[in-house]
């Protein structure tokens, strides 16, 4: 098998492919020949050595990826609901760059009718992290208004659909004129352009009384005014801070951080309780253990795609040996939708 593997933290010449002995699934383990692999902002800032579960689980080297769709190659003892040769999607916290993966059955889904190996590869990881932001932390109520940061990406992008089926009204932003397009394909009542007007001019317009609902993830560049733009009772929900991470080939400046760091707004208890503001964050890759949120979300998200409710993310795809041209593209900021790893035959 081959696999991707990240023996220091840096630029995109640290993604290194290996070859490695093949795996073996042990007891409750399912083997999988994997045929395509989601790529996530994460697994960037897992290069970048700045991933904090990275760290606390693996350490380096470490094989990055969340999320793949393949084939069954093996089960291991005691697994009798799955047989080799069934297409499927699976979650992992690290090594999905891999073109043979072992995971946990609980970790596996058989791939819905409707979708290819790219797109489903694509699905999972987006797909529960705006799942987990909108219902089990925001709560909405159908008329709320939501204002979704980077709303043409995956996370955004499926965000968006989430408070449409929430019956919400969504406002997207984006940061760059060429994915207003999409945002409004996937449904939002309004889209700004912060690259071509005033980003929260535009949102009070849009939300005169502020939003109830704030998801972002950019960090310190709209942290503080997406606190501000909230309504009574509203919410913000931060779950990633990309805008800290300016690279030059790949690697973030250290000042920069720095400074973004000190820059990144402290949230005051007593603003919060005086303005009836809550701030929730959360992160994903540290919550694996908790098996029930894994298994809800999954559960209602394929239920609404099957029912045709929900989109999967559009993917554009690279070869798994272009893992770096990817990354590069990712951290652009220009991408729409999902990129994903093809692995060709594996
Ligand atoms: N907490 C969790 O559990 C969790 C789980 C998954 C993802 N995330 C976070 O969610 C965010 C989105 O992840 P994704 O994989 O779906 O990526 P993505 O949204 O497809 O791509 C990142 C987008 O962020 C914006 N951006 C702003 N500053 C950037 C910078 N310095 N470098 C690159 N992009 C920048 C760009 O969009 P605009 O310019 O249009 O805003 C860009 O297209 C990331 O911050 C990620 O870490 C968190």
């Given at each position: 098998m081959k696999k991707i593997v990240i023996h220091k933290p840096g630029g995109y010449r640290q993604l290194v492919i290996e070859e490695h002995p093949d795996p073996a699934p042990g007891p409750g383990e399912v083997l999988i020949a994997v045929a395509a692999i989601g790529i996530n902002y994460a697994d960037c800032v897992t290069r970048m050595g700045l991933y904090a579960s990275a760290k606390h689980y693996v350490g380096y080297p470490v094989t990055p990826g969340f999320e793949v769709a393949g084939t069954v190659m093996s089960v291991g003892a005691g697994i009798t609901d799955l047989q080799a040769g069934t297409a499927v999607l699976a979650v992992t916290?690290?090594?999905?760059?891999?073109?043979q993966l072992v995971v946990p059955r609980e970790q596996v889904f058989t791939l819905p009718p409707q979708l290819g190996m790219e797109t489903a590869a694509g699905f999972p990881t987006v797909a529960l992290t705006a799942w987990f932001a909108l219902f089990e932390l925001a709560h909405p109520h159908p008329g709320d208004r939501i204002l979704v940061h980077s709303a043409a990406g995956g996370v955004g992008g499926m965000l968006v659909q989430l408070g449409i089926i929430a019956g919400c009204e969504v406002t997207g932003v984006v940061g760059a004129s060429h994915k207003v397009a999409a945002v409004r394909q996937l449904g939002a009542t309004a889209v700004i352009d912060k690259s071509a007007t005033d980003l929260w001019k535009a949102a009070e317009a849009s939300a005169p009384d502020g939003y109830d609902i704030i998801l972002d993830a950019n960090g310190v560049a709209t942290l503080r005014q997406s606190y501000r733009h909230l309504a009574p009772v509203g919410k913000l929900v931060v779950y990633g801070f990309h805008s800290m991470l300016r690279t030059r080939d790949g690697v973030p400046g250290k000042l920069g951080l720095i400074l973004d760091y000190l820059r990144t707004p402290r949230f005051s208890p007593f603003d919060l309780t005086t303005r009836n503001r809550s701030v929730l964050g959360f992160n994903l890759s540290f919550l694996f253990d908790r098996k029930t949120i894994l298994a809800t979300g999954m559960q209602q998200l394929l239920q609404w795609l099957q029912q045709g409710k929900l989109r999967p993310p559009a993917v554009t795809s690279y070869p798994f040996e272009a893992v770096a041209e990817a990354h590069r593209a990712l951290e652009s900021g220009q991408t729409v939708g999902k990129l994903v790893l093809t692995c060709g035959e594996t």
């Open positions: 916290r690290f090594n999905g760059y891999s073109t």
